[in-house]
């Protein structure tokens, strides 16, 4: 490979890391940090589950990714534009959080957080349309499955930083400084990607876009034979770890753990699902399609499983919530990474951002409508029947991946690049 070549594609894959960093960062706080929050404020389970409402924006964002294609569309840096233009966005809302008071916050006024969370989702969203758009279209397709692993592993360290290390910030530097350095974080990452050379498109748009050109564009996707199979496994294959795993941080401070020990324990197993998460971009280079979802998926139930029985324990041993907390994150990395892989090849040309997009929403409508009732799940059911139901969710999905995968041999006019390059041959 021509060293120019290469030089472009290590600078796309250092930009990426950056861009799905600055996404992590809030989305960590939302997912991390705020149920531990909220639990040690005295908030309802069932409220807590109720704030998965701020992030619609990322199920609804579909809606408005064919303007961000659309719009600039043709001249340089045109992706770039909107992501700088949210994360200033994301950066004002962490400057607005740092000023409130976390009492009130989390006890007075509902409604208010809320607000404030869907409006970061709302900038995090739309960065992320453009982002995605960016990684498909300057992304090679042997290369999307490193690709999505250095862009699920940015994402992750993000949610480390907005996670488990600002739960042990707070309690360290309080809650302002806190929230006021995750905002100049932010800025200081818009220095190394406004320098990023992001190509023209090489196409202008003959006319305003309006709405029914949009959304034919984005029902022509799934009017394609042998979509069916792909999406179902598409909305089921991440809902039971998004419905478990949003009550793991408040299991652990009803068992006593203070946030300072849920922030260390999330730390080092969001650092083993890093390495997970580079291990399994590297290793789809290699790996059958099927075989990647049949496994990974499969690794996702057997976590839950595990926490459902430490949960049935009146006193669970440290080293099993360890271990389990290791496990079920390395799981969930190596299921994000195939899944991210398998949507990036199944976009259009020209159409990269809108089609991903409009994947990514409808896997995180159906597993944020599930998320929605955790709350009243464990409320109602107790943390172990919580978790062995997500860990059912999770063993249900994967039964559509051999009916997908006979789907797609039958229809080879579907066939993205990727799977004709690598997987080719016969099912395992």
Known sequence: MPAMMLWRERRLLSVLVLLYFAQGLPSGLLAKAVPALAREAGMPLPHIGLLSLAALPWALKFIWAPWVDHLGLGRANHRKRWIITCQLGAAGIMVCVAMLEPAWLFTTDFLLLVGLLGLLNLFCATHDIAADGLAVRMLPPALRGPGNGIQVFGYKAGLIIGGGILLMWIGLAGWRATFLMVALVLLMMLLAVGRYPEPAAGAVPGKRLGAGEAARALVGFWWRPGMFWWLLLLLGYKVGDSFGSRMLKPMLIDQGWSLFQ????????????LVATLAGGLWLLRLHRLRGVLLFGAMQALAFSGW??????????AGAIWAAALFEQCADALATVVLFTLMMDYCRPGREGADYTLQAAMQVSAAGLFTLGSGFSAAGLGYAGHFLLSALLCALAIMAAPCWWRAFRRHPQTRPDTFRMHDDRPAP
């Open 262 to 273: 849920v922030g260390r324990l999330d730390v080092v197993a969001s650092l083993a699902g």
């Open 308 to 317: 459902a029985a430490l949960a049935a324990m009146p006193s669970p041993p």
